[in-house]
Nanobody, 119 residues
């Protein structure tokens, strides 16, 4: 019964910043990897950033140096700080969480939040 709630998307001019949040709730024992994906119109869904349970991170080359993924384990929340946004960052952003619930590992998706970067 894990639910993910995303927030923080919106419209921003190129060069601006947004901070996305994804909070998990429900019968959660622990959370493993937390991941941000994005899907732009006409493109496949792509991994943007990943953070492990230990706090190690990976980023797509296209966002490295501009985006920062972080997590608050006490809140079961993952964040994506997006700076120096470009029009090509325009996409629906989805969080994905690997979590233990009822002693079983499962993967959960947020419903997506729209990020639009204007030039």
């Amino acid at each position: 019964q894990v639910q993910l709630v995303e927030s923080g998307g919106g419209l921003v001019q190129a060069g601006g910043s947004l901070r996305l949040s994804c909070s998990a709730s429900g019968s959660i024992s622990s959370i493993n990897r937390m991941v941000w994906y994005r899907q732009a119109p006409g493109k496949q869904r792509e991994l943007v950033a990943l953070i492990t349970s230990g706090g190690n991170t990976n980023y797509a080359d296209s966002v490295k140096g501009r985006f920062t993924i972080s997590r608050d384990n006490a809140k079961d929340t993952v964040y994506l700080q997006m700076n120096s946004l470009k029009p090509e960052d325009t996409a629906v952003y989805y969080c994905n969480v690997a979590a233990i619930s009822d002693y079983k590992m499962n993967y959960y998706w947020g419903q997506g939040t729209q990020v639009t970067v204007s030039s």
